[in-house]
């Protein structure tokens, strides 16, 4: 009942309650259910067949009665969802998700296979659009609701109020026990507290002053029915206890669904049916005039939308996902409602066939005992079946034996779901829809709920062109997927993606479609703009990355153009460093993609020069926080000029000016000392600086003369972070030897300052980079002229001698990965 609406006022007395077996006067008939409820959707499909009304009526936007009659091809799967979004903002957008399981999904088929004409009677999505407050991120609930019924659960939870006085602690088991096994036990809904009832009647003519009539929630069928009355009677209580629930804007959702009940009741009768959130029933049974309704809408604001459908998945149905469609469990749900009988022996044969799939071992004995287990279990427990908390409980006990780790995976697979509905090719979409729709399926990149990844290799034309329209659509601020690190090769002919299809992203192509009909077009007049009104020179060239990426030769110059502009002008060194990685890479990126790149090839170079001349200026005087910024700046810079110097035209010298650079900001003083100590070691990987010199630079660094704080800098730009400055120091004592002696050496009223900046450089080393050196300091540096053998003196770093009763006793297992036969295994042989 989450998402249902409030009362316009105290309940009337006049809803009255047929009992089971009891006779009750015609319709119309007010369902109240749960959304997304399998119980609630069996009760529907049974009181339709029991009642056969001559219209169903459900809540949802007016305007998607185009849409109904798609709801019967069969390439319709839900899970799907009503998408309406403001043209004028496709970002302001709402969701009416529906499951198969879902009352108002139920009813819309049974009306359509019957022959019945169907309608949505909330308040249209015009409306409701135009209610809400504009959001800065689609998918948040401010901006897409969901629900057959857009709003938030109202502060008052129905389901945990009638639970609570039903004596239960879990609304979830009590919904189960009462709606859930109803079907499978033959019980009726007692356990539903029973309230003041109030009458069914639901309005008369549009010349009545007030609603009258005294219908009843009843009709052929009594039994069929009554689920439903008792619901009415116990959402009356509530409402009169409770009022409007917290949510006072459901008085005009409301209104509005009552003048179209009235309509409904003239073109067709009073044999009409209606399917809508529980909470709404009382309100909608209500006396209120004509007039009374019309006042509450006058005046709403109103926004041209569209609408359209749009697949959805059942992890968006879940609760926790931010959405908030009143259930945590809906791959459950779907098993109890797909199965006919026997729904906790085909529950555990799923998970069994899951968790065997993932390589452990599940027998058929365990689920026989699992079954078993459940049943008493929910005996003991005193309810009328095994529901998920048993089930859970059980599965966790027999098939993972106590751990969660594998549970985790049931949950995350079976109990929420990974299903991912489909709709058909003839439902509305934007152009720009269309035109991904059919690049997805001419590449063979299905859309799918779960995340997985995909390895691409650039030199085949599909992966290529997988790879461009992935580029496209990050360019379009469509994150269907994310660039990871390849578990394989490293060369730029490979890419690796994780893919994962969100239903939001449905609200994105819409909010794209504004820059073009193809995703070609639309990224490359994206692109075309943020190169005009780019600010920042980075971002300028990281948007030519994005055009070598995405394939933009025609977005591309003007891109160039803007990227040569702002290089000129812009005289910031730190601007510069921040550009010129960007541009490094998207030459290497044109070789593979086999673009022209002699305009960025220009730049770069250009950029290059320019930071070379102004990084030394610009190193000097800066507090920690600028220090350490622009250290990370000349680290970028130092790997992208490598990037440059690998290119088949590097420019003449550049190396030489680079190392030239690099040695001055080693020896200035004046320079913050972490980058003094990160230019040192850069120059020592690349072998520009010699050991005995590294050595010296370092001893100067860490002199008595040096204050503690500047020393423990320098020492954090030479060996800090995890570029294997730890390992650098396990295999060379002498500079070892240099920092230890350093820090034993600091004041102890200094060591308080420095141990910051100490415990930052070495938590980055791996704990078996820290536990060697550890003890390397314990044991102390290795003599002059010290052999590293088993007979006499400790090595530095190694034990006191060779163990080899603890190296035998590892032979044979290292023999067999080897694949070889240890002695003793021949010996024997």
């Known amino acids: 009942m989450t998402g249902m ?139 897409a609701g969901e629900g057959a019924g857009e709003e938030a659960a109202p502060v008052v939870d129905p389901i945990r109020v009638l639970a609570e006085t039903a004596g239960y602690d879990d609304p979830e088991r009590w919904w189960e026990d009462v709606v859930e096994h109803r079907s499978t036990t033959g019980a009726t809904p007692t356990d539903v507290p029973s309230g003041t009832t109030v009458d069914g009647s639901v309005g008369g003519d549009e010349s009545d002053e007030s609603d009258g009539g005294g219908e009843r929630h009843g009709g052929e069928g009594g039994d069929a029915l009554a689920p439903f009355v008792a619901l009415a009677e116990a959402m009356s209580a509530l409402r009169e206890a409770y009022g409007d629930g917290g949510q006072p804007r459901d008085a005009v959702r409301e209104a509005y669904m009552r003048i179209q009940l009235r309509n409904a009741r003239k073109e067709f009768g009073d044999s009409v049916a209606v399917v809508c959130g529980a909470w709404h029933v009382p309100a909608l049974a209500a006396r209120a005039t004509l007039a009374a309704d019309r006042a509450l809408l006058k005046g709403l604001p109103k926004v041209k939308a569209d609408l359209t459908w749009v697949p959805w998945t059942h992890r968006r149905l879940a609760r926790h996902s931010g959405y908030g469609a009143g259930i945590d469990s809906p791959g459950w749900y779907g098993h109890l409602f797909d199965v006919a009988d026997r729904p906790i022996e085909r529950w555990m044969t799923k998970v069994a066939g899951l968790l065997r799939e993932e390589d452990r071992f599940v027998s058929t004995a365990h689920v026989i005992e699992a079954v078993r287990l459940a049943e008493t279990l929910a005996a003991l427990r005193g309810r009328p079946l095994p529901g998920l908390g048993e089930t859970t409980d059980v599965v966790r006990a027999v098939m993972c034996e106590g751990s969660d780790v594998p549970l985790a995976l049931v949950r995350d697979r079976l109990i929420v779901g990974e299903t991912l509905g489909e709709v058909p090719d003839t439902a509305p979409a934007v152009p720009l829809q269309r035109d991904l729709t059919r690049s997805q399926r001419t590449l063979r990149l299905k859309p799918e709920a779960s995340e997985r990844e995909v390895d691409l290799d650039l030199r085949k034309e599909t992966d290529a062109a997988r790879s461009r329209l992935l580029h496209r659509l990050r360019l379009l601020d469509i994150g269907w997927g ?47 703009s943020g190169a005009v009104t780019a600010t920042a020179l980075a971002d300028v060239t990281a948007l030519a990355e994005h055009c070598l990426l995405a394939g933009l030769p025609d977005a591309l110059p003007v891109v160039m153009r803007a990227l040569a502009d702002r290089a000129a002008l812009d005289a910031d060194v730190g601007h510069l460093a921040d550009a010129l990685p960007a541009l490094a890479r998207s030459l290497r990126y044109g070789d593979v993609r086999s673009t022209d790149t002699a305009a960025l090839t220009e730049v770069a170079a250009g950029l290059a020069e320019r930071i070379c001349v102004g990084l030394p200026p610009a190193c000097t005087g800066l507090d920690g926080d600028g220090a350490e910024a ?200």
């Open 5 to 143: 609406a409030t009362a316009t006022g105290p309940a009337t007395e006049r809803l009255g309650a047929a009992g089971p077996g009891s006779r009750a006067a015609a319709g119309p008939w007010l369902l109240g259910v749960r959304h997304h409820g399998p119980g609630s959707a069996r009760a529907v499909l049974a009181a339709l067949a029991a009642a056969r009304p001559t219209a169903v009526l459900i809540e949802g936007p007016p305007e998607g009665d185009a849409l109904l009659p798609l709801a019967a091809d069969p390439r319709m799967r839900p899970p799907v969802a009503l998408l309406a979004h403001a043209v004028d903002d496709p970002g302001l957008a709402s969701f009416w998700p529906m499951a198969a399981f879902s009352p108002e999904w139920v009813a819309i088929r049974w009306a359509l296979d019957h022959d019945v004409p169907v309608r949505f009677i909330d308040l249209p999505a015009a409306h409701s659009l135009a209610l809400k407050e504009p959001a800065p991120g689609v998918g948040s609930e401010e901006t």
């Open 482 to 528: 994310d660039p990871v690190a390849g578990r394989g090769s490293t060369g730029t002919f490979r890419e690796s993606w994780r893919l994962s299809w969100e239903p939001e992203l449905h609200v994105r192509v819409a909010e794209a479609g504004v820059w073009g009909t193809t995703v070609l077009t639309a990224a490359t007049a994206k692109a075309e």
């Open 630 to 829: 622009l250290r990370r700046q000349m680290e970028a810079v130092h790997g992208a000029i490598g990037l440059l110097l690998a290119g088949a035209a590097p420019a003449e010298g550049l190396r030489e000016r680079w190392d030239a650079v690099l040695h001055k900001l080693a020896a200035r003083d004046t320079v913050a000392g972490i980058i003094r100590g990160r230019a040192t070691r850069l120059l020592l990987d690349e072998g520009r600086l010699a050991e005995d010199e590294a050595a010296r630079l370092m001893g100067l660094a860490l002199s008595p003369g040096t204050p503690p704080a500047d020393a423990a800098a320098w020492i954090e730009g030479f060996v800090g972070g995890a570029s294997g400055g730890g390992m650098l120091l396990v295999h060379d004592e002498r500079l070892l030897g240099l920092v230890d002696g350093w820090l034993t050496g600091v004041p102890a009223e200094m060591f308080t300052e420095v141990l910051p900046l100490l415990r930052r450089t070495f938590t980055a080393y791996e704990p078996g980079v820290r536990r060697t050196l550890g003890e390397l300091v314990r044991r102390g540096p290795v003599t002059e002229g010290a052999r590293r053998d088993d007979a006499g003196r400790v090595p530095g770093g190694f034990g006191p001698g060779l163990d080899r009763a603890r190296a035998d006793a590892v032979e044979s297992v290292v023999s067999l990965l080897l694949g070889r036969r240890s002695e003793p295994e021949e010996a024997a042989g």
